[in-house]
């Protein structure tokens, strides 16, 4: 567990010349390589810091999720689409902050509608204790 009532997490990487991107690495340079350990070594050389975004609900809205389903908390949190379209409904973002903002028009919607882009049942008092976050961690540069 992360923390109290975080259902969400994703994480990225800020790279030295600005590119946001799932790999630790620019992959635009060398679309060949696929591990960090492949020769010749690149280590964290190119990030700059690591970017978090997670979602949180609040007790009192978990416990209105969990009264449709205990489950729908999960189901939920797979309608937040990942950084890169791993999996959820995909999202191409490149610049910073295009992530959460996608979280928050969701958490908005369903606060809005009762169902989330998948067509959940979500209480709309549910869905208003949603809170979206994120935080850069710096990597030590030299």
Same mark, same amino acid.
């Given at each position: ?15 030295? =010349? ?56 999960? =189901? ?14 995909? =999202? ?8 959460? =903002? ?41």
């Amino acid at each position: 567990m992360i923390g109290p009532g975080v259902f969400r997490l994703e994480y990225y990487y800020l790279l030295k =010349n600005g590119y946001l991107t799932d790999w630790p690495w620019d992959r635009r340079d060398d679309t060949s390589r696929y591990k960090i350990s492949d020769p010749p070594s690149i280590g964290l050389s190119q990030v700059e810091s690591i970017g978090v975004a997670i979602a949180v609900i609040d007790p009192a809205g978990l416990a209105l999720l969990n009264a449709v389903s205990p489950d729908q908390i999960v =189901n939920l949190a797979g309608d937040f689409p990942d950084f890169k379209s791993a999996h959820g409904q995909g =999202n191409q973002s490149k610049t910073i902050g295009d992530l959460e =903002n996608q979280w928050k028009t969701i958490v908005e919607s369903t606060a809005q509608t009762g169902r989330s882009p998948s067509g959940l049942v979500v209480p709309p008092e549910a869905a208003k204790t949603i809170r979206i976050y994120s935080r850069y961690f710096d990597l030590k540069t030299l």
